[in-house]
């Protein structure tokens, strides 16, 4: 067994191993201990390597740490017309009551880090941009005209268009999965906390990889899965929370090149992950070749045009947000905790 203490869950980061993807996914087993410190445990099952670069601790995950859990399995928001309603609803409050206790300014900047931003005239495209709380983080970077804001939900695009920063940005109701841009024509792909309520996310990476230039880069900021029980069911009623493996596996299998994980995650949750984070990890991959992805997959699984039966369709929906909201609580108890434990001792 390896492990390795590092400074700040904000500087690690992730590199899928260099052996072939049909080995298997990665594993890794992280608990934080302290103020600022994380203790990495692999599982027995593999070799671990960790270096250290300008404080950023890489480390090569080589095999599976629990049971497979297939990313299609249903969740009761994980699907196109549940996450409609849902930001129907959400989208009213979703900049001042949802993001303060997930998705800190601090963090989106410290997530977009990856993305390489470097260069005012490239063309972006912010994919489930809702109300366009990262695209206040891209345009920092970037000239607001050559950003595009696509989302599903009118309801959080209409939100992103009040913004003055956003004036400028273009601003487009698609689905993330069968995007309306042109093979090889964006230099970056940015999609934040979207992908959890994708129906099948490699295909929305794999669009991801279609719609860069050569060279171009991803980055898909999105939800790690919780290893605390309670959380695990929450999370699994709710919506798509994927291991940090998963995501490296699927960037691989869209055709991306040296694929990275960030770890990232509020401030006051003392680097702990057990309950899983909505913004946990930034993940970025680069596009070595022009063209659509060599990844093959079939039809789209989710036919949004299909009439569906409403009280079943009432009950998910319930049932979901009843899980989302175990998730509102969480920060304010890690919150609670980190004002009362000493700053010395594991929260
Ligand atoms: C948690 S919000 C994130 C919004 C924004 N990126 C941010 O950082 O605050 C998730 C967004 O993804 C959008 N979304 C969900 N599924 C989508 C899909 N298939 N295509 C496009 N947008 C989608 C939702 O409408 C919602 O606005």
Redesign the pocket.
């Known amino acids: 067994m390896a492990s390795a203490v590092l400074n700040g869950a904000e500087n690690l980061t992730l590199i899928r191993s260099l052996s072939p993807p049909s080995k298997g996914l990665g594993c890794l087993a992280a608990d934080f201990h302290g103020k600022n410190s994380l203790k990495l445990n692999s599982v027995p099952c593999g070799k671990i390597s960790i270096g250290v670069r300008k404080n950023r601790a890489t480390f090569i995950p080589k095999c599976s740490a629990s049971a497979s859990r297939p990313a299609s399995q249903p969740r009761f928001i994980q699907h196109?017309k549940e996450?409609?309603w849902f930001?129907r609803f959400l989208?009213i409050v979703?900049d001042h009551v949802?993001?303060p206790g997930h998705?800190t300014e601090d963090m989106?900047d410290e997530a977009l880090e990856p993305a390489d931003l470097n260069n005012r005239n490239m063309i972006v495209v912010?994919?489930?941009?809702?109300?366009?709380?990262?695209t206040l983080g891209i345009v920092k970077h970037v000239d607001a005209k050559n950003v595009t804001i696509?989302?599903?939900?009118p309801h959080?695009l209409e939100k992103a268009k009040q913004k003055e920063a956003l004036k400028e940005c273009r601003i487009i109701e698609?689905?993330?999965?069968d995007l309306p841009f042109l093979t090889d024509s964006v230099d970056r792909y940015v999609?934040?906390?979207?992908i959890e309520?994708?129906p099948d996310p490699q295909r929305?990476i794999k669009e991801a990889y279609r719609v860069l230039r050569i060279g171009g880069k991803a980055c898909i900021i999105g939800p790690v899965y919780p290893t605390f029980w309670l959380s695990r069911f929450f999370a699994d009623v709710w919506m798509l929370f994927p291991k940090e493996e998963e995501y490296i596996e699927w960037f691989e299998k869209a055709g991306f090149q040296d694929v990275r994980i960030n770890r990232i995650g509020p401030k006051w949750y003392r680097g702990v992950r057990r309950h899983g984070l909505i913004m946990g990890c930034s993940v970025t991959g680069i596009k070595p070749a022009s063209g659509d992805s060599p990844l093959k997959l079939g039809p789209i699984a989710e036919d949004v045009s299909k009439p569906v039966n409403p009280f079943v369709f009432l009950l998910r929906f319930i049932l979901g947000a009843m899980a989302a909201t175990y998730y509102v609580l969480v920060p304010i108890y890690m919150w609670i905790k980190d004002q009362i434990v000493p700053k010395d001792q594991p929260i």
């Open positions: 196109k996450a409609f930001y989208s979703y949802i993001n998705w989106r912010d994919v489930g941009g809702g109300t366009g709380f990262t696509l989302d599903q939900s959080q698609g689905d993330a999965e999609s934040a906390g979207s309520y994708w929305g």
